[in-house]
């Protein structure tokens, strides 16, 4: 029983005790159990504690002479030390047992193949998400957003560009180191509709704090529709204005660093921005991804994120209007 749900901030979205998938469902139990055995052996020593300490009060000067052992007494005492034990091990059998079963069980659970891949590759500070496929043309790249499709398990392919990062969505499984040069594999299967927030769990710099991502858990139908989106070249620009935004990005900083899917921007090191208008956030989970927002991303992203290798973008007047008015229509 989770009466731990009933605490306020216990649930909802990035935490481990709110799980909407098996793999967090396991780890739950074993914390659960966990916790209320040894809630229980703490709360009983130290009633017994209270009751040894209160049961019997002296002054110094009533303190009586101290009471001789007697054959039964210490017969008492050595079978309560006894059972005392006997409990303790089986307690600490029972906590051992339900953590080999949960490891089994996500161990099984990862190793297992699965029909959709995606592949995360962790990065100084954000998530490069990739939804591989044997045709090219239908790769899909994105970042720090991975679309999944409820109720489906999900293989995820992860690895490390530079140094190590955790991936964790708490509610869904548990932490994975991602080491640069190593491969790992993990199953992520989401129950439940929504955004659910994942966050680095591994001290990987200056913005590790500025490393979330979301799971968004979609019925199938329109996980598909996004995917097929998703694979799509970006729109050509129909305006005056957006052709110009396009023509900014292609001749300034940007181009040096980021792909957007149709153009000529091909550059790995930064997200890719094919679709960045149907992203929910930027800079990994860090701000909502508005025009406002974008612009002073774009303008001086040292100031939102220092240390993060945007580097600001010297864009004045009509440039910056029309190269965000081009980014927008990147849904
Ligand atoms: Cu990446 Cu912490």
């Known amino acids: 029983m989770n009466l731990l749900a009933a605490v306020p901030g216990f649930t909802g979205n990035q935490t481990a005790l709110s799980p909407v998938g098996p793999g967090a469902a396991h780890i739950e139990h074993t914390f659960s159990l966990i916790f209320w055995i040894t809630s229980t052996v703490w709360l009983l020593v130290l009633t017994a504690v209270v009751i040894a300490v209160y049961r019997r009060r002296y002054t110094l000067e009533q303190m009586p002479p101290p009471e ?3 054959e039964a007494s210490d017969r008492f005492a050595a079978r309560a030390v006894g059972v005392s034990m006997g409990i303790t091990v089986l307690l600490l059998f029972i906590m051992l047992i339900s953590s080999f079963r949960t490891g089994h069980a996500i161990g099984t659970m990862n190793s297992e193949p699965q029909p959709l891949t995606i592949d995360v590759y962790g990065h100084q500070w954000w998530w490069e998400v990739r939804y591989p496929n044997p045709v090219p043309a239908n790769i899909v790249e994105t970042a720090n957003e991975i679309h999944v499709p409820v109720g489906v398990p999900v293989h995820i392919h992860g690895t490390s560009r530079d140094v190590i990062h955790s991936f964790w969505a708490p509610n869904i499984q548990g932490k994975r180191d991602l080491m640069p040069g ?13 955004y659910w927030r994942g966050q680095c769990a591994e001290f990987c710099g200056l913005q590790h704090a500025h490393m979330a991502f979301y799971i968004i858990a979609q019925p199938k139908d329109e996980f598909e529709h996004w995917l097929t989106a998703q694979a799509q070249s970006a729109p050509v620009p129909s305006d005056a204005q957006t052709q110009h935004g ?13 792909t957007i899917g149709g153009t000529t921007a091909a550059s790995r090191v930064g997200p890719d921005l094919t679709h960045l208008a149907s992203r929910s956030t930027i800079a990994a989970g860090t701000l909502p991804n508005t025009t406002g927002n974008l612009a002073g991303w774009i303008l001086n992203a040292q100031s939102i994120k220092p240390g993060a290798r945007m580097p600001p973008n010297q864009l004045f007047g009509t440039d910056l209007q029309d190269l965000l008015a081009y980014l927008e229509t990147l849904k």
Do not use: I, K, S, W
């Open 68 to 70: 001789r052992t007697t």
């Open 182 to 194: 190593y491969d790992t594999d993990l199953m992520l299967q989401v129950d439940q509709p929504g």
């Open 246 to 258: 396009q023509q900014v990005f292609l001749t300034h900083g940007c181009v040096l660093c980021h």
